[in-house]
Structure formats: C-alpha cells, structure tokens
C-alpha cells in the first residue's frame, strides 16, 4: 500500500490484482457539505415483527432531492453473520393524515444488504411523506438494529410514529400495483405477481361489486425461499370489493441458491351453500398483518 499507513488523509493506492483479493464488496459514499443529513436508528425487537417500532413522516417545506437509506449493522472485514431482508415504501399523503389517501412514490423491494437506498425527488410541498422500513422475515435471533439516513439537497423535517401495519399494507398494495399490469381472473379481478431483487409478492384484487372468490396459491415446487405466511401453499376467501397479499417469498440464502413457482386454483362462490363459503384463511391470517 502506497503511500505509508501513517498518513491521515485517508488515500492509498494498491494494484488491482491485489485489491480483487481483499474485497468483495465497494461502497460509494455521496457527499456534498452543502446537504443536509438526517439520521435515526430503530429495530426489530423480536421474531414475530416485519416491522420496526416507528416509521416517519418527513415535510419538504422547499422541492429536493433526497437518497433514503437503510443501513444495517456490519463489522468493517468480518465476513460472518448474514444481512436480514430490508424493504422501504415511500409514500406520501395530505397533511390531514389520511393514510387511506397515499400515493404511490417510491419503492425499495428487499435485499439482504448491509447499505440499500432509494431516491426520491420530493415536490410535494402540500403533502407529508411516509417512510415505512420492513422486512419480510421474523428475526429469530436478536433485535436487528438498523440506521435510517437521509441525505437531501434541501432541509426536510422528520417525525417517528408508532407503526400502524396498516400503513404499510396500503402503501405495499400500491407499489406492487404500480410494478406491473396484473392477470385479468374474472371481471373485475386481477392477479399481480411481482417479483423484485429477491422477493416474490403475490396479490389479489377483487373489485367485482358483489362476487366472492376462492383461491389457492401453490408455490409447492419452490426451493431456498421462506414464505411471509409461514407456507408454501395458502387458501383464501376474497369478498368483493377487497385486496389481500395472498404471500410474499423472499430467498433464505440468495448466495447458496434459490427457485421460486407457483401455480393457483381460482373459483367463484356461488352463494352461501357453496362449500368454499366459509373455508376463510388457511392458514389462518394474524389479528395484524401485511395480508389483513
């Protein structure tokens, strides 16, 4: 290394061939002194939340643009340990605070990294945005502690709230309708698979203004993904004029290999002497969740 470790001002040079043997990875770092940085750090306290304690409404009095990132915990050169998935919904809505009326922004769809980001080009000065931090798996060892930053061009301000997962369910539904255009089922129904990164999500709209549906998602033959509903095969009752995240998979070890298939069994209920009337959720959705 050139020049001698004892300088401080943090340059060094080496032959590429070397430095493909050192690191893996490189992480680049925008900096501007004339931005504005915010930072605040939150966790995942136990291995029954896909969600943090908070998530955070920011305010652009002024039009800026802004890079949100999650950072998760990393030891500088250990090798050890595994990255949890991570996701993000930016949103935003009127400063009334009607979470039923968000907006599509942005979406950051899971990845097991240590450093991820999303841009977002804030013009909204009328509306308040929503920051919204999630993972698709439990954490079954200790708290997962993460650094939200953002680093905008203008001042925003920023506030945590208690997390509502009924937040981010509206905001999840919106992202994965605005990814793709879904799969007409029946008049009014449509499927959207969407598949981002390393993560599946599979979602069902039923905007028929009286028919019920009945469906099952196979996903039997996939390898290396853990389903968000703990199986790989779900059966679920859709009323009319409903969404429900039917599941989402994300991959276990994305280094070691992963496959994700599914297929689906579709019908309508015919009334309430059909069978399939009363079968509800199996398995059985939590009080709270991503799918309820």
Known sequence: IFPPANTAHGEFWMSYTDFIKRFKTVDVCKEDQSW??????DSF???QNVVPSQYYELRVPTSTWMFVSLIQ???RGSTNGRFR???MVVSTIPHDGRVESQTHCEHMWPQQKAIQHVEVLATQSSQTYLVLPYSLTRNEVSPLKYTLAIYSANPVSIRPKPYDVKVLRIGLVLSIQQAITGESLAEGVKLYTVT???ATFVLLVNDHPSQDFWIELDGSASTGVEPYRGDLVTKDVIPAQSKQLLNAFVAVDPA???RWSCKHKFRPINGVNDPRAHLGHNPELP???LCN
């Open 256 to 258: 070691a290999g992963f």
């Open 73 to 75: 915990e990393t030891q």
């Open 287 to 289: 009080p709270v969740g």
């Open 196 to 198: 981002r990164e390393r």
């Open 36 to 41: 504005n940085l915010l930072t605040t750090t």
């Open 85 to 87: 998935d991570l996701g």
């Open 45 to 47: 306290h136990n291995h």
